[in-house]
């Protein structure tokens, strides 16, 4: 069973930078996807980032157009981990954060964080 564990959600000041981690653990990645959701008060769960790899393939990522320029997903193979940078930070950015894995054949994320609180003040 897959364990993800977040990290790095906080307070910050519109146009700030925050950097989220997603350590993955329970079976090897050679491949996997691995993705950042948020969630809102009040509004539904909203796709961020993905990123997917496998040993015979280049690694592609692929981002919401709300963040596109601003966020970039990123991976520590060594330490299984997915890295969420998230730069000029806006007040609408404000959520908790979730990340997700499946295998990267499978159609629906299967394994879930706990989520990470990111709060963005004007």
């Known amino acids: 069973q897959v364990q993800l564990v977040e990290s790095g959600g906080g307070l910050v000041q519109a146009g700030g930078s925050l950097r989220l981690s997603c350590a993955a653990s329970g079976r090897t990645f050679s491949s996997y996807a691995m993705a950042w959701f948020r969630q809102a008060p009040g509004k539904e769960r909203e796709f961020v980032a993905e990123m997917t790899w496998s040993a015979w393939s280049d690694i592609s990522t692929r981002y919401a157009d709300s963040v596109k320029g601003r966020f970039t997903i990123s991976r520590d193979n060594a330490r299984n981990t997915v890295y969420l940078q998230m730069n000029s930070l806006k007040p609408d950015d404000t959520a908790v954060y979730s990340c997700?894995?499946?295998?990267?054949?499978?159609?629906?994320?299967?394994?879930w964080g706990q989520g990470t609180q990111v709060t963005v003040s004007s």
């Open positions: 997700a894995g499946r295998d990267r054949r499978a159609a629906m994320y299967t394994s």
